[in-house]
C-alpha cells in the first residue's frame, strides 16, 4: 500500500482506492467504469452486436439471388455460405490474444472495418471467387464483436453490472435477426442484393467508427491483477465445457433441423417461414427481458433454470416427436431461447479467469460453442442417414439433445458455488484489506 501524496487516496496493486470507500475503483477522473460503460459504449457495442447478428444470417435472403445472378452451382453456394462461419470461429482465440495484448477499442474496430471492407466487395463481385473473398473478410469483421462485448463490459464493471449489461446488448443487438429476415427480403426485392450489401457495408464501416471513437481505453490487466494471479490457472473452467459445448443445440435446431423435422413430420404444407420467425421472436423476446430478470434473480439459477427447461422440452419432444404441433413449435423455441444465457455463462467465466489470460480463455469457450453446434449436426445428420422412419429419426435427435443438456446441467450444479465465484469474495476481502490498511496508515 502506497500514498499517492497528493490527494490522500492510497495506490494498491495499481487500483486507487478512496481512504474509506469499499466500491470499485474508479478511471483518474473519477468517473465510475459503470457510468462511462453506459453513457459512451454500450450503444456503440449494441450497434456492433446488431450488425453480427445480421450478418450471420443474411446470406439467406442475399445469397439465392446472388447465386442466380452470377450462376454458381449449390456446392459454391454451400462453400460461400460456410466461409463466413469458418473464418468467424477460426479466428476466436487470435481475437482474444490480442484482447489480451492491446485491449477492444482497436482490434475490434479494425477488424469492422475489415468486415465492411468485405460487404462491399460482394456487393462489387464479379464472380465466386470475391464473394468468398467478402464473405471472409465479414467473418473476420464480426469475430472479435461477441467477444469483444464481454471483454469490455467483464473489464469495466462488476461481475453482476457486467453481466446486465452483456445481457443487454445480446438483446438490443438480436434485431439484427430480424432485419435480416422479411426487412431484407423487402429491400432486396426492390433494390436488388448489391444494394443491401451496400448498405451493410455502410452500417459496418459507421459501427467500427463508433467502436474506435466511443469506446474508453480497457484496463490493463497489469493494472488488475496482482502477481499472485498470474499463477492462476484456466483449470477451474473445465466445468463449464459441456455447457458451452450445447448451448447453441437450440440455434442448431432454428438454422438446420427445425425444417426437416416439421415438415417430415407434419407434412410439406407447414408453413416453415411463418415457424422460424416465431421461434426468432421468442428468442428476442426472451433477450430483451432477460437484463431486468437478472437485476432480480442471480445469474446461475438462470441458467440452471433455462438447462432444466431445456432438458423438458426435448424429452417431451422425444417422447412424442409428432404428438402436436403447437406443442412441437413451443418446445423448439425455448430449445433456441436457452443461448440467450450465453452472456451470464461467459461473465461467470470471467470471474475466474486470470486477468492476463481472460481474452484467450474467452476465445476458446466461444470456441467451444462453435464446435458444439459442429458436432451436433454431425451426430443429427448421422441419425438422419439411419433411414428410419420421420418419426423415430427426431425421437432419437430430441433423446440424443436431452442427454447432452442433461450432462451439462449435471456438471454445472455438482461444482460447489463457492468454487464458482472466488474472485468476487477476493476482491471484496482485497478492498477491505486495502480499506484497513489506510486506516492504520492514517492513524500513525
Known amino acids: 500500500m502506497r500514498d499517492d501524496g497528493s490527494s490522500g487516496r492510497d495506490v494498491s496493486n495499481g487500483l486507487i482506492l478512496p481512504h474509506s ?9 473519477g468517473r465510475s467504469y459503470e457510468a462511462e460503460m453506459t453513457a459512451t459504449s454500450l450503444p456503440a457495442l449494441s450497434a456492433a452486436f446488431l450488425m453480427s447478428m445480421y450478418f450471420r444470417s443474411y446470406f439467406g435472403v442475399v445469397g439465392p439471388a446472388l447465386t442466380a445472378e452470377l450462376g454458381l452451382s449449390p456446392q459454391q453456394y454451400g462453400w460461400l455460405a460456410s466461409a463466413f462461419f ?22 475490434m474496430a479494425a477488424m469492422m472495418a475489415c468486415g465492411a471492407a468485405g460487404a462491399a466487395l460482394i456487393a462489387l463481385t464479379p464472380g465466386y471467387q470475391a464473394a468468398i473473398m467478402g464473405q471472409i473478410l465479414i467473418g473476420v469483421g464480426c469475430a472479435p464483436i461477441f467477444m469483444g462485448v464481454l471483454f469490455y463490459v467483464g473489464r469495466t464493471n462488476s461481475p453482476a453490472k457486467a453481466g446486465r ?12 435477426a430480424l432485419i435480416s429476415a422479411s426487412p431484407l427480403s423487402w429491400f432486396v426485392e426492390v433494390f436488388g442484393w448489391r444494394s443491401a450489401c451496400w448498405a451493410a457495408a455502410s452500417a459496418m464501416a459507421a459501427s467500427a467508427i463508433a467502436v474506435c471513437v466511443a469506446l474508453g481505453k480497457t484496463p490493463s490487466a497489469a493494472s488488475e491483477a496482482p502477481a499472485a494471479e ?11 465445457v459441456p455447457i458451452c459445448m450445447t448451448l447453441s443445440l437450440g440455434g442448431t435446431f432454428r438454422n438446420a433441423w427445425a425444417a426437416p423435422y416439421v415438415t417430415s413430420v407434419f407434412g410439406t404444407h407447414t408453413a416453415i417461414g411463418e415457424i422460424l420467425t416465431a421461434i426468432s421472436i421468442v428468442g428476442i423476446v426472451t433477450s430483451v427481458v432477460l437484463p431486468a430478470v437478472l437485476a432480480r434473480v442471480e445469474g446461475r439459477r438462470i441458467v440452471i433454470f433455462a438447462y432444466v427447461a431445456g432438458v423438458i422440452c426435448a424429452v417431451m419432444l422425444s417422447a412424442g416427436p409428432d404428438g402436436s404441433f403447437p406443442a412441437a413449435c413451443a418446445g423448439l423455441s425455448l430449445l433456441y431461447a ?7 455463462i461467459m461473465t461467470e467465466a470471467q470471474a475466474r479467469i486470470p486477468s492476463h489470460m481472460r481474452g484467450i480463455a474467452l476465445g476458446v469457450l466461444n470456441t467451444l460453442v462453435f464446435l458444439g453446434v459442429s458436432v451436433a449436426s454431425v451426430v443429427f445428420g448421422q441419425i438422419a442417414g439411419l433411414s428410419l422412419a420421420p418419426t423415430t429419426t427426431y425421437r432419437l435427435i430430441f433423446a440424443a439433445t436431452g442427454l447432452a443438456l442433461a450432462i451439462a446441467l449435471l456438471s454445472y450444479v455438482i461444482v460447489p458455488r463457492s468454487d464458482r465465484t472466488p474472485r468476487a469474495h477476493t476482491d471484496n476481502s482485497r478492498q477491505d484489506a486495502a480499506t484497513r490498511a489506510n486506516s492504520a496508515t492514517g492513524s500513525d
Open 338 to 344: 436457452m443461448g440467450n444465457v450465453h452472456p451470464l
Open 230 to 240: 498470474h499463477r492462476r490457472s484456466i483449470v477451474p473452467l473445465l466445468y463449464l
Open 21 to 29: 470507500d469499499k466500491k470499485a475503483a474508479r478511471p483518474p477522473d
Open 165 to 176: 449489461l452483456a445481457a443487454t446488448v445480446s438483446g438490443i443487438g438480436s434485431m439484427g
Open 86 to 107: 469458418a473464418s468467424f470461429s477460426i479466428l476466436q482465440i487470435p481475437v482474444g490474444m490480442s484482447f489480451d495484448r492491446w485491449g477492444v477499442r482497436f482490434p
